[in-house]
Structure formats: structure tokens, C-alpha cells
């Protein structure tokens, strides 16, 4: 049976919206694109500015299935893995599944267990979900995000 997914596409190298477009534009089951935000990089070395957004799917892939969706539009972007939490040209991440918990470690959380602490998540999902934002949810004010339209 199909329920409501939330993934979140993140890019900081090279063609930034690019990337985020032509992995859009792959993913299975898709029913709404939250607006496009440039956000200041949360946590890791120093480096430049991300685009980010966060999508809904309406899917019955398992939630495995949907962290194998996620590594492909990775790997499509080209993306090496020079250092945890570092530049990236492409990062997908399963957030949240209707009425799903998955406790993998360390391949897959759903809930994704710092999606509550960042606002380059919480943001845009609360553009397409406002039900799954806390109602005690503050923004972090060391977290500044900018809306720049729709992607
Ligand atoms: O976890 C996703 C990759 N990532 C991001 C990101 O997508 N946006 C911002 N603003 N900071 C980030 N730090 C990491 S790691």
C-alpha cells in the first residue's frame, strides 16, 4: 500500500541545482518539490553554500528500496566520498516514512535522527508537510537559510 514519503536532496559543488533538477527528474513516484533554499553548510569543514530541498513521494517502495533510490541519484551524480559531513556534488536522505520506523544502523534511520535539529530540512518540509513540523520546533539561529524560488 502506498503512504507518504519525505526525502532530503542537498548540493554544494559545481552545478548545484543542476544536480538537484536531473536527481528530481529520477525519482520514482513523486508528487510534490518543496521551494529551492540556499543554506550556510551545518557542521563539517569549512565550505561553500548548499542548495537544498526536500521532495514528496507517494510510494509503496520499501523504505530500503528508497534508501537504494537515494544511493543511485548519488552515484549518478558522481559523488565521491572524499570526507564525512564534506562537499558534496549530490546527498539524498530518506527522512521520514507514514507510519514507519526503520532502526538499521548505520545504514538506514527513519526518522532520519537529525532531521529535527536542521533547518535545511525542517524548512522545506514544513513547505510540503506542516502537520510534521513540531509545534515546539525553533529555528536554529546559527542555521540562516535563504528562499530563492522554486527549483
Ligand atoms: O546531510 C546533508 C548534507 N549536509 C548539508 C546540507 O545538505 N545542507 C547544509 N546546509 N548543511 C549540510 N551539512 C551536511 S553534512
Known amino acids: 500500500m502506498s503512504r507518504r514519503a519525505f526525502l532530503a536532496l542537498g548540493s554544494n ?7 538537484l533538477r536531473t536527481a528530481v527528474a529520477e525519482l520514482p513516484d513523486l508528487v510534490a518539490v518543496s521551494p529551492l533554499y540556499e543554506t550556510d553548510p551545518v557542521g563539517g569543514p569549512e565550505q561553500d553554500l548548499f542548495l537544498n ?15 537504494g533510490v537515494c544511493r543511485d541519484r548519488e552515484a549518478a551524480a558522481e559523488r565521491v566520498r572524499v570526507e564525512r559531513w564534506g562537499p558534496r556534488t549530490l546527498d539524498v536522505d ?4 507514514d507510519g514507519e520506523t526503520v532502526d538499521d544502523p548505520p545504514e538506514l534511520l527513519v526518522p532520519h535522527p537529525r532531521m529535527f535539529e536542521r533547518a535545511f530540512v525542517m524548512v522545506p518540509l514544513a513547505d510540503l508537510a506542516p502537520d510534521l513540523l513540531p509545534a515546539d520546533w525553533v ?3 546559527d542555521q540562516p537559510i535563504r528562499k530563492l524560488g522554486d527549483l
Open 53 to 67: 530541498i526536500v521532495v514528496e513521494l507517494d510510494t509503496d517502495l520499501t523504505a530500503h528500496q528508497l534508501l
Open 94 to 97: 530518506v527522512l521520514w516514512i
Open 13 to 19: 559543488i559545481g552545478e548545484r541545482a543542476e544536480y
Open 139 to 141: 529555528h536554529p539561529a
